[in-house]
Protein backbone atom coordinates (compact mmCIF):
# COMPACT_ATOMS: atom_id res chain seq x y z
CA UNK A 1 0.00 0.00 0.00
CA UNK A 2 1.07 3.64 -0.68
CA UNK A 3 0.00 7.08 0.30
CA UNK A 4 0.20 10.12 -1.68
CA UNK A 5 0.35 13.34 -0.78
CA UNK A 6 0.45 16.54 -2.86
CA UNK A 7 1.89 19.87 -2.22
CA UNK A 8 2.73 23.09 -3.90
CA UNK A 9 -1.16 24.14 -4.89
CA UNK A 10 -1.87 28.13 -4.38
CA UNK A 11 -2.53 31.45 -6.49
CA UNK A 12 -0.41 32.63 -9.59
CA UNK A 13 -1.02 35.17 -11.63
CA UNK A 14 -0.88 33.32 -15.71
CA UNK A 15 2.37 33.46 -16.91
CA UNK A 16 3.74 32.46 -13.70
CA UNK A 17 5.29 29.12 -12.11
CA UNK A 18 4.59 26.85 -9.43
CA UNK A 19 5.94 23.52 -8.73
CA UNK A 20 3.90 20.58 -7.11
CA UNK A 21 5.37 17.88 -4.68
CA UNK A 22 4.04 14.19 -4.21
CA UNK A 23 5.41 12.55 -1.56
CA UNK A 24 4.84 8.82 -1.05
CA UNK A 25 5.21 6.47 1.91
CA UNK A 26 5.97 3.24 1.43
CA UNK A 27 9.08 1.19 0.13
CA UNK A 28 8.10 0.25 -3.22
CA UNK A 29 7.96 3.66 -4.56
CA UNK A 30 10.48 3.80 -7.04
CA UNK A 31 9.13 0.56 -8.61
CA UNK A 32 5.56 2.62 -10.00
CA UNK A 33 5.48 4.33 -13.06
CA UNK A 34 3.22 8.20 -11.26
CA UNK A 35 1.19 10.29 -13.17
CA UNK A 36 -0.41 14.08 -12.52
CA UNK A 37 -3.86 14.76 -13.23
CA UNK A 38 -6.28 17.50 -13.00
CA UNK A 39 -9.79 18.38 -12.57
CA UNK A 40 -11.41 22.02 -12.85
CA UNK A 41 -14.87 22.58 -11.82
CA UNK A 42 -17.79 21.31 -13.90
CA UNK A 43 -15.13 19.19 -16.07
CA UNK A 44 -13.91 15.19 -15.91
CA UNK A 45 -10.40 14.65 -14.50
CA UNK A 46 -7.75 14.86 -17.71
CA UNK A 47 -4.20 13.46 -18.01
CA UNK A 48 -1.40 15.84 -16.99
CA UNK A 49 1.74 14.38 -17.39
CA UNK A 50 3.14 10.71 -16.83
CA UNK A 51 6.72 9.01 -15.91
CA UNK A 52 7.98 5.52 -15.35
CA UNK A 53 9.79 4.03 -12.48
CA UNK A 54 13.29 5.28 -13.36
CA UNK A 55 12.18 8.34 -14.76
CA UNK A 56 13.62 8.61 -18.35
CA UNK A 57 10.62 8.00 -20.27
CA UNK A 58 7.46 10.55 -19.79
CA UNK A 59 4.45 11.53 -21.64
CA UNK A 60 2.11 14.66 -21.65
CA UNK A 61 -0.94 16.27 -22.41
CA UNK A 62 -1.02 18.00 -25.62
CA UNK A 63 -2.42 20.90 -23.38
CA UNK A 64 0.42 21.23 -21.75
CA UNK A 65 4.02 20.29 -23.53
CA UNK A 66 6.46 22.19 -23.44
CA UNK A 67 5.37 24.37 -20.36
CA UNK A 68 4.73 21.30 -17.73
CA UNK A 69 7.64 19.02 -16.60
CA UNK A 70 7.60 16.02 -14.53
CA UNK A 71 10.11 14.12 -12.97
CA UNK A 72 10.94 11.95 -9.96
CA UNK A 73 13.44 11.61 -7.21
CA UNK A 74 13.57 8.06 -5.90
CA UNK A 75 15.63 8.39 -3.43
CA UNK A 76 13.42 11.19 -1.47
CA UNK A 77 10.13 8.92 -2.88
CA UNK A 78 8.93 12.49 -4.38
CA UNK A 79 7.31 13.24 -8.13
CA UNK A 80 7.21 16.78 -9.03
CA UNK A 81 5.19 18.76 -11.56
CA UNK A 82 7.45 22.39 -12.40
CA UNK A 83 4.37 24.38 -14.21
CA UNK A 84 5.65 27.40 -16.31
CA UNK A 85 3.72 29.78 -18.04
CA UNK A 86 0.76 29.07 -16.67
CA UNK A 87 -2.57 30.54 -17.91
CA UNK A 88 -5.77 30.55 -16.00
CA UNK A 89 -7.01 27.17 -18.45
CA UNK A 90 -4.51 25.63 -15.70
CA UNK A 91 -7.33 26.27 -12.60
CA UNK A 92 -8.12 23.06 -11.05
CA UNK A 93 -7.02 20.63 -8.61
CA UNK A 94 -4.33 18.31 -9.27
CA UNK A 95 -4.41 14.82 -8.12
CA UNK A 96 -0.80 12.75 -8.05
CA UNK A 97 -1.24 9.08 -8.72
CA UNK A 98 0.79 5.73 -9.10
CA UNK A 99 0.35 2.47 -11.02
CA UNK A 100 1.80 -0.14 -8.80
CA UNK A 101 0.80 -2.82 -11.42
CA UNK A 102 3.08 -1.41 -14.82
CA UNK A 103 6.25 0.23 -13.99
CA UNK A 104 6.91 1.17 -17.80
CA UNK A 105 3.42 1.81 -19.17
CA UNK A 106 2.43 5.27 -19.27
CA UNK A 107 -1.37 5.37 -18.62
CA UNK A 108 -3.21 8.62 -19.76
CA UNK A 109 -6.82 7.79 -18.38
CA UNK A 110 -7.37 7.55 -14.45
CA UNK A 111 -8.09 3.39 -14.99
CA UNK A 112 -4.69 2.66 -14.97
CA UNK A 113 -3.68 3.87 -11.74
CA UNK A 114 -4.45 2.47 -8.68
CA UNK A 115 -3.02 4.78 -5.55
CA UNK A 116 -4.30 8.64 -5.71
CA UNK A 117 -3.49 11.47 -3.38
CA UNK A 118 -6.10 14.39 -2.22
CA UNK A 119 -5.02 16.96 -4.38
CA UNK A 120 -4.03 20.23 -4.41
CA UNK A 121 -5.38 23.27 -5.27
CA UNK A 122 -3.98 25.67 -8.60
CA UNK A 123 -5.64 28.81 -9.66
CA UNK A 124 -4.63 31.05 -12.04
CA UNK A 125 -5.51 34.45 -12.51
CA UNK A 126 -5.81 36.59 -15.50
Known amino acids: QVQLVESGGGLVQAGGSLRLSCAAS????????MAWFRQAPGKEREFVAAINWSGDRTSYADSVKGRFTISRDNFKDTVYLQMNSLKPEDTAVYYCAANSKWPEVLHTTDRGYDHWGQGTQVTVST
Open 26 to 33: GRTFRSYA
